[in-house]
Each structure stands twice: as C-alpha cells, then as structure tokens.
C-alpha cells in the first residue's frame, strides 16, 4: 500500500486525545493486547507464544467460515461448530479468541457472562481446549458501545468482515502495517477499503479499539452523520470523510463545553438528537426513571434473583438431580413476585407436582439451547395440558418467566399490557394478529432491543433487555403516588400523566356524572333510551352478564364507558348505592390477571 501524503489538518488535529478517554478501562487494555499480538505479531490472546493469529490460521478459519457458509436455519453457534468440524485445535482457539475481539464492541445489550459462555463452548470444540485467561475477565465484562439487535442478528457478518481484515492486514508488508498502527486516517483509508455487508458495526468498533483518541466511541454510521449535520458550521471542509469532520467538531465545541465532553452529554446531544418523534418522548420519560435511585431495587434486583433460582432448577433438572421441582416452585413463590399471577402460578406448579415427567420433558424443551427458539417454544407448549397455556397473553408471559433461567439480562419478562401500551406510546410496529407464540415472544424481544437502541441514540444507555424491559413497565404502569413520580413538581407529573393518557382516564373516573332522571328504569327497554342504546345491544349485555358474571367495556377515553357501567350498576341494583364499587389495580396487574377472575376482597371496610 503506498504512503499517503498527511494533511496539514491531520496535522492539526489527526491526533487529538479526549482527556476523558480512560484509557485504563479493561477494553482499551484488551484493545492494546490486539494491537500487539494480533495486528504487530502473529501471536495469541489467551496463549501467548503461540502462533494463533498467523496468515496460515487466519486462511484456514476463512475458508471453513467465509467460503463454506452454513445458510441452514439453526442457531449460530450450531452452525458454527458445524463449520468448524475436524479444524486443528489452533483454528478453534482463534474463533475463540477473535469471537472475544468482536465483543469488545458491546458494553450494553449482552452480559459478559453471556460472553464469556459464548467464547469458552467455541473453545470447548477443539480435541486441545484452552482456557479464557483470567486477565481477560473484565474486558468481558466492558466494551464499546450500546449496539443494539444488530449485534446479535448480524453476527455472522461480523466476523465475515473481522476475517477478511486480519487476512487482507497480514498481507501487509511489516512497514505498511507499522505505518497504518500510527496513522490513525491511513488506518481508516485500509479498513473503508475493504468490502463489507452487514459489518458496519464491527468496522467502527475496530477504528476506535485501534485509533481510540481518533475515532469516536460510536458504532452508528447514522449517529455520526446526524452529528456531523447539525454542527456543519464547525466544519472547515465538509468533503472530508465522516470521522475527520466529527474530530473537527470535537475541537471546537471543547471551547464552549470543555475538553473530554460527551456527544450524549445533555446540553450537546439535545442538539443534535432533534426530532419530536414519539421515542424522544418516550425515551425522555424513561430516564427519568433509570436515573431515579429506586430503579435498581424496584426494576432489576428482584427479578435477577428470581432468574438465579430458575438457573438453579434448570440446572438440577438438566443434570438429573432431584428436588428441582421445589427449586422452581421457589422461584415461582419468591416474596416479591408480581412478574405471573397465582392463578399461573397455581396452574403450572400443580401440574409439575401431578405429572413431573411431563413438565421435565416440556421444561428439557425449553431449556435446550442447542435448538431454534421456534422449535423450543412449540415443543414446550405443545407438551403443556390446555388448562396450563390458556391464552396467548398467558402462554408469552409463562414462556417468558421460564427463560429467565437462562438469563434474565437477556431474556426479562413478557407481559402484555406494558408491552402493548409501550408500543402505542412509540408507534413501534405492532406484532401480526396471525403470529404464533414464538414470533409474540420475538417481537416483544425486538422491542426491548429497539428500546436499547433507541435510548442510546438519544444519549441514554441502558445496560441489557432487563433494563430496557424495567423502564418499559415504569413508563407505561408507575402511579402518580407512587415514588419517584409523587416527587416530582406537579406540572412535570401531570405532563407525564397526559402523556401516557392517564389524566383523562383518571378524570373520566373521578367525574361525578348526574344520575339519570326519573328514577331507576323499570326495564331494559327503558334504560336502552335512557343511554341512548339500542335495545338489541344492551340485552345482549345483559344475557353476557347473566351467562359470564363480568363485562369489559373498552374505548378511548371519555366516550362514557364509567357511566355507562355505572348506570348498569344502579339498574342491577334498583339504585341501592352500597352495589357500586369502583376499584383501581395495582400496576402490577395485567388486564389478563382481572379476566381471570381477580376480585377485590373487603375485610373490615378496607
């Protein structure tokens, strides 16, 4: 590659470093052990002195995962031993060793236990296996950015483009390779040179773990350019690329914010981040409750328990121990479970405890990471009696419930309602009236990650699915007495509950509307005048409440659904004040929960 002349603005600010760049962070260490032995030297990560980054393993690896694709629908990693099949045990370690470079990429959006599982069953293929090394754990545990379900879905391409640079770098002469490790814009040139898919991501991960006081830690081409859009003015020429005119802009905004400021710092990204779209808000409102000290211990800490003792029996089961079945029902009855319902509860327990070799096959199924996510899901519900799984709602939620055992970062409780309002509120597409279980589940996964996503654009970076899943139900289920929302001014709380539709409904409630003239009707064709309803209508809401004892009236607010229940009420009654009762549930609540048959319970007057 021949030697690129260097601007004076290179000159100027090629090198700048940003004073808030802890370069003692675990990544950047990681990040200056690949520079050393696996784009300075062929040699290893977990082994050095072993020659594992070299051209001839690097080719090997190449071939077996680049030229001979597994384009079959099986998980990644199934594919990926496939493909590794009858490798010498230095094409394992590298697949091992480059999967940890690709995760270097994420600090949010996958746990380093998650990772770290990951990297240790790759190596755990080969006929000679070696260990993570434990000055690498905490580099697990660190990382980049926040880069969303692309990380997860596009893996594949990842390594693709990780595989094609490493083998087009060692093609390099010693001195172009040394040029290109201190020329941070000859780097970028050699890495843009490149062909690429679906590795976007990757690519910008790999300049700023290499260049790191060069390249901005973010993984969005569409980031950048948002930024680099709304401060053009600081930009001396707009035809550089993207990178050199976001350093530029670093430059100058450091006079007004200071050195080593943030591009989500507050006062800068809502400069940049300017759409009024329904996520802004949405978002908005969701740091308002991540950042409140209660969020740890009312959204995440409670539920991470609740996973540890389902991994507990998911472990005893797939290791046939015994006693697994009180270790799930201990997670199922754990203090502060308001994640299912009793009647759940009761119904799934009951039939763990009558038939256990049917609930271990189902739960096998379920708990098999080997298999689709599809197949685990039909397979487990299929294994179910009808009375265990009734109702979409339900069987998402139970599903939901029981893969936290596999981690609960990752795979957090699906309910309903918060999802459903959580989309209406964003404008989220939503899932097809046609899906079965396993697209609901996946689309409420996909969510979660458009959340992660989302608030990360918007400078909020949440850790994993879990976070994303505890601002989702506080956004769409905290109460105005509940803290931290009591605590906040009133304008901002009723500006909060407008925004979620709750000022109206609350309203709605709370109006006292007159009670119909002339008494109480004597029939029903009598009260279908006075409510202005069709008499057809209204006996069949009478045969519906005489026949399934409960009616659910649904709308938008303020077309009468109280009034009309509460004339209902006076009419049943013949006006006897003592039948009325209206009753609000407790967030934790689904409206599942109340079809079911939850009914307030008066002991004492209260």
């Not at 300075?40 to 190449?62: H, N």
């Not at 379920?366 to 519900?381: A, G, V, Y």
């Not at 909020?460 to 509940?482: C, F, K, M, N, P």
């Amino acid at each position: 590659m021949p030697l690129r002349k260097v601007s004076t603005c290179e000159k100027t600010i090629g090198m700048s470093i940003k004073p808030s760049l802890n370069m003692a962070r675990p990544v950047y260490q990681a990040g200056r052990r690949i520079i050393d032995a696996c784009l300075r030297s062929d040699d290893s990560l977990f082994t050095p002195g072993r020659g594992i980054w070299s051209p001839a393993v690097i080719g090997d690896l190449y071939v077996r995962f680049v030229e001979n694709p597994d384009e079959s629908s099986d998980s990644f990693e199934t594919k990926f031993e496939r493909q590794l099949s009858g490798a010498p045990p230095e094409t394992f370690q590298l697949a091992g060793e480059m999967l940890f470079v690709h995760f270097l990429a994420a600090v949010r959006g996958i746990t380093g236990e998650t990772k770290r599982q990951i990297i240790k069953r790759v190596l755990s293929w080969s006929p000679s296996p070696v260990e993570l090394p434990a000055e690498l754990l905490s580099a697990t545990e660190d990382g980049i950015g926040s880069p969303g379900i692309a990380f997860h879905t596009y893996r594949p391409f990842h390594l693709h483009f990780l595989l094609d640079f490493f083998q087009s770098w060692k093609r390099q002469s010693d001195e172009s390779r040394q040029r290109l490790l201190g020329d941070p814009w000859g780097f970028r040139e050699f890495v843009f040179s490149l062909p690429i898919r679906a590795g976007q991501m990757q690519r910008e991960a790999l300049l700023h773990l290499v260049h790191p006081r060069s390249f901005e830690p973010i993984l969005s081409q569409k980031t950048k350019q948002r930024i680099a859009t709304r401060f053009a003015e600081q930009v001396s020429n707009p035809g550089e690329n993207i990178d050199k005119q976001i350093l530029e802009i670093r430059e100058k905004l450091s006079r007004l914010y200071g050195e080593g400021f943030s591009f989500y710092d507050r006062q800068i990204a809502r400069q940049w981040q300017t759409d009024s779209s329904r996520w802004s808000d949405f978002v908005g409102w969701g740091k308002r409750f991540y950042e409140w000290e209660g969020f740890e211990k009312g959204e995440r800490t409670y539920k991470i328990e609740i996973g540890g003792l389902l991994k507990t029996a998911m472990k005893g089961l797939l290791d046939g121990a015994e006693g697994w079945q009180d270790l799930l029902g201990r997670a199922f009855r754990h203090r502060d479970n308001n994640l299912t319902s009793w009647r759940m509860n009761d119904r799934f327990l009951t039939f763990v405890s009558k038939e256990p070799e049917s609930a271990a096959d189902a739960l096998r199924a379920l708990w098999n990471h080997e298999e689709e996510l599809r197949n685990r899901l039909s397979t487990f519900l299929s294994r179910l009696p009808e009375a265990v799984k009734k109702g979409p709602g339900s069987r998402t939620k139970l599903v939901s419930f029981l893969l936290m055992a596999v981690d609960a970062t990752q795979h957090p409780i699906c309910a309903y309602t918060p999802f459903a309002k959580g989309i209406e509120l964003t404008g989220y597409s939503p899932v097809s009236k046609k899906a079965d279980d396993a697209e609901i589940y996946q689309h409420a996964l996909g969510f979660l990650d458009e959340i992660l996503k989302q608030a990360s654009e918007r400078g909020l970076e949440l850790r994993d699915r879990l976070d994303a899943q505890g601002v989702l139900w506080s956004v769409t289920h905290y109460e105005a007495d509940w803290a931290p929302v009591k605590d906040w001014p009133e304008e901002e709380r009723n500006a909060f509950l407008r925004y979620r539709g709750d000022i109206e409904i609350r309203e709605e409630i709370e109006q006292e509307e007159p009670p119909l003239t002339g008494g109480v009707p004597g029939s029903l064709e009598e009260l279908a005048s006075a409510l202005f309803l069709s008499e057809p209508y209204l006996r069949e809401i009478d045969k519906l409440l005489k026949d399934k004892g409960q009616l659910i009236f649904y709308g938008p607010p303020g077309t009468g659904k109280t009034y009309v229940a509460r004339e209902l009420a006076r009419f049943y009654s013949q006006g006897r004040a003592s039948a009325k009762t209206i009753v609000q549930f407790h967030p934790s609540y689904a409206y599942e929960d109340f079809v079911e048959g939850i009914r307030p319970l008066v002991a004492d007057g209260r």
